[in-house]
């Protein structure tokens, strides 16, 4: 499958559409997530074309699979829930309901979520 560049991840990664940015470096921009689930809920992307989880871990750098990494884990402490706990979801094609065809990671807490997959 080929990288769409006009997903919607692509258009506010080119500033097409706006976001409420959490957070940004050189490889990363997260987000507030407009549907939200959860009291914190981001959306971490790289900003890199990639299309999934697999084609990222794949073909991204080193560099932009540490980012990413680290990114999640400081936005969380930025958030204050690292103390009471987060999830960190990301859904891989057509099974998972992967909504946008550009690899993101739901970083969700700020609330009891209750058990797993509810």
Do not use: W
């Not at 559409?17 to 997530?33: Q, S």
Request: glycine share 8%; aromatic share 8%; net charge negative.
């Amino acid at each position: 499958m080929a990288y769409d560049q006009n997903n919607i991840f692509a258009k506010i990664l080119r500033g097409e559409i706006p976001c409420a940015k959490v957070f940004e470096n050189d490889h990363v921009l997260a987000f507030n997530d407009i549907a939200a689930k959860a009291p914190v809920h981001v959306l971490i992307i790289p900003k890199g074309a990639y299309i999934s989880f697999a084609d990222f871990s794949q073909n991204a750098s080193e560099e932009e699979i540490v980012s990413l990494n680290r990114a999640i884990g400081e936005i969380a402490r930025a958030k204050g829930i690292v103390e009471t706990g987060y999830r960190v979801i990301s859904n891989h094609s057509e099974h998972a309901r992967q909504e946008v065809p550009h690899y993101h990671v739901h970083l969700l807490g700020g609330k009891d979520l209750g058990g797993c997959f509810n």
